[in-house]
């Protein structure tokens, strides 16, 4: 294929640069990717060779800005390979996974590059840098630095092994989690099948079969999908045969089965730790994190887990009550929470989420995070539909801040075999400058909400609201970056610290002025009643226990196996199960994310021996979200300039401990965590 006739080789003629989805195929990925890669070399190599004295400008500005067709490039096709994916894609993606890893490991073990950014590195200090210029030659040296760049001879092919053999293999679990989920479907065949389900759930797995070309209902994988379902299903049978398929996703004997992949990851990972000079991938993966050791990220997990396991104990003792009040077995399975817990909020705070969800229409709580940007931040949002895009469930708006388009936001947030589960912000193209101007980033937030059949609104639990203003945050990171360098952009952060945002945002969703105004009746377009509000937030710390727990089982486990020296680990069904027992964590409980299918950590190295950070982060955001509450306002303009200032419009431009003691004043404080979830300070 030649350059003129692939579109992703071209300069996009399209407005502010949007990818030209509808002349994109995926035939055009493979070519394209070659040149890029090819161009990225050269580009490097232009660097490395100058015989003048290496200075900012022609060293590390100039690595900073290589490598942009390849960038440009690789977002469209991991956007479309979690939104949008097909057997093309994947196949693609399996034969290129290996090669970006060579490419990458080429790129940080260029022995002449490195040479001319450590000379430079080494008198920093002396060059007159501004902060921001600083930030960007440290950080530059240090990815050198954790990418190998100073082994020599064996080790250092050793370790470009090692990274090829992880991209391929993460790429491997990835989309056999992916495949497991497409592939499930429970039917519900007959009036029986839909005992306890209130209308929506039935109405959203119509759809689901609709999607999948079949007539009927089904419940599917996506959480969005099969949690409602254990919550509300009374046909105890068919929670069971829901959850046991959601829990053993990438568990199943064979060509999706992840548990021989997931050992050698972390094998791999231990090996390059320990080439780099680290006792273990833990210890490696902490060291570029606020948290800075796996002892610090362990202490505070380990603060929050004794009031919490004091608290689901509590509540499991309450369900057992009720079960013997219901005539439900008193042995009370993963299946039977979900449901149990559900009858109990609805009659000790009279609380019925058929009565709660109308308020919650998808289409009113985008409206409602829309106004929260504009009120803290000065945003406006308006929707063009002239724009093709990749799916017909896509939307894209442009955001406007001070009368000027600063970015472009898409939302797609249905579920669909295509897309993998979660929900996740991404880019197309972040945020930077050039000569002065401002390159406007193109942000995207993908969510796995049940869609309502043609004709009728998608309505959200309040949980769905919660993750839609999560990841609508990440989107605020990206969107609000005014940073002059792509790599220090949005939310290229600290792991630990690019939760904060997102989390950060998901108090607003909670504010009754907010909910007032947006959450309005499907039907008769009334506001959530202050009498419904209070039962809400009456119930806020219910089951807090359970939820908390579920989360620090998985980041517990996370950080053991991350610590573990042993090179026999090959059961990690077995080592789950072992460590949790060890944790005594109650059966009934369950985690959010078992190994088999814990892509945070397995389908990449992003959130590997990291799945800590949403608690940290959660420490911080707590914090920040009491400089909201100790002004009387949670939308007070001081404190929201101070936000966008410090943390929102930032990226990694500045130090993010420096970034938050800006913003507050002083160092965050565990107490507001404690007191969000219930728990004794």
């Known amino acids: 294929m030649s350059i003129s006739s692939n579109p992703l080789l071209q300069n996009w003629q399209t407005p502010y640069g949007l990818p030209p989805f509808d002349q994109i195929l995926p035939e055009h990925f493979t070519p394209a990717f070659a040149s890029a890669m090819a161009q990225h070399h050269a580009e490097l190599n232009a660097i490395a060779a100058q015989t003048s004295l290496p200075n900012f400008a022609n060293s590390v500005a100039s690595f900073d800005a290589a490598g942009a067709l390849l960038r440009r490039v690789s977002n469209v096709f991991y956007n479309l390979t979690s939104s949008e994916t ?102 519900l065949s007959d009036e029986n099948d839909f005992a306890g389900l209130p209308v929506s759930i039935i109405n959203s797995a119509k759809q689901a079969a609709a999607d999948r070309g079949i007539d009927g209902h089904v419940i599917t994988l996506s959480r969005s999908s ?55 991938f833990a210890d490696y993966a902490l060291s570029d994190r606020m948290a800075g050791t796996p002892q610090a990220a362990l202490e505070l997990l380990q603060k929050v887990w004794a009031p919490a ?81 990749y799916h017909p469930d896509a939307r894209l708006w442009e955001v406007s801040r001070n009368e000027e388009v600063i970015g472009l936001f898409i939302g797609d947030n249905f579920s669909r075999t295509s897309k993998q589960g979660g929900a996740w912000m991404n880019e197309f193209r972040p945020q930077s400058r050039s000569n002065g101007e401002r390159i406007l980033p193109i942000v995207i937030n993908n969510n796995n909400f049940s869609k309502a059949p043609a004709g009728q609104a998608t309505l959200l639990s309040f949980d769905d609201v919660r993750t839609l203003f999560h990841e609508f945050g990440h989107g605020l990171h990206g969107l609000l970056s005014n940073v002059e360098f792509e790599a220090l952009a949005g939310p290229n952060v600290a792991r630990d610290y690019v939760e904060l945002p997102s989390q950060l945002f998901e108090n607003w969703a909670e504010q009754d002025e907010v909910l007032k105004k947006h959450a309005l009746h499907i039907d008769t377009g009334a506001a959530i009643p202050d009498a419904l509000l209070a039962k809400i937030q009456n119930a806020r ?110 990226g990694n431009s500045i130090d993010p401990a420096s970034g938050f003691l800006a913003f507050r004043g002083r160092s965050a404080k565990v107490q507001p965590l404690l007191r969000k979830r219930g728990f004794s300070d």
Request: include cysteine; glycine fraction near 4%.
């Open 309 to 389: 396991l004091a608290r689901v104990k509590d509540e499991q003792a309450d369900l057992q009550t009720l079960a013997a009040q219901l005539g439900e077995p008193l042995d009370i399975q993963p299946w039977d929470w979900f449901y149990l817990a559900e009858m109990q909020r609805s009659a000790r705070f009279d609380l019925d989420d058929a009565e709660i969800k109308p308020y919650f229409a998808l289409e009113n709580m985008l409206a409602a995070a829309f106004d929260c940007a504009g009120r803290l931040f000065g945003l406006s949002f308006t929707e063009r539909f002239d724009l093709p895009l």
């Open 86 to 187: 097909s057997d093309e894609l994947q196949a693609i993606e399996l034969v290129l996974a290996p090669e970006l890893a060579a490419h990458d490991n080429a790129v940080y073990q260029n022995t002449a590059l490195f040479v001319r950014l450590d000379a430079l590195y080494q008198q920093r200090h002396e060059l007159d840098l501004s902060t921001e210029q600083m930030r960007l030659l440290e950080r530059i040296h240090l990815n050198f630095i954790r990418n190998g760049a100073q082994l020599e001879g064996e080790a250092r092919q050793r370790f470009a092994s090692i990274v090829a053999e992880l991209a391929n293999l993460c790429t491997q679990f990835a989309q056999n989690v992916q495949n497991d989920e497409a592939e499930y479907r429970l039917a």
């Open 226 to 280: 099969v949690v409602p379902f254990l919550t509300y299903s009374s046909r105890r049978d068919l929670r069971e045969l829901a959850h046991t398929a959601w829990k053993a996703r990438g568990e199943h004997t064979g060509k999706t089965d992840n548990r021989p992949i997931a050992p050698r990851i972390l094998a791999l990972r231990q090996e390059q730790a320990q080439l780099l000079g680290y006792t273990h």
């Open 541 to 650: 710390f219910f089951n807090k226990g359970f939820e908390t727990v579920r989360y620090l089982g998985s980041a517990l486990l996370d950080l053991q196996i991350h610590m573990d020296l042993s090179h026999g680990l090959h059961d990690i069904s077995r080592f789950e199960s072992e460590a949790l027992s060890a944790l005594g964590l109650p059966k009934a409980v369950g985690i959010n994310h078992r190994l088999p299918h814990f892509g945070h950590i397995f389908a990449s190295d992003g959130y590997a021996a990291g799945y800590y950070v949403y608690m940290w982060a959660e420490v911080l955001e707590a914090d920040a979200f009491d400089a909201f509450i100790e002004t009387g306002d949670a939308f007070d303009t001081a404190t929201a300039e101070r936000l966008y200032r410090n943390i929102y419009s930032v």
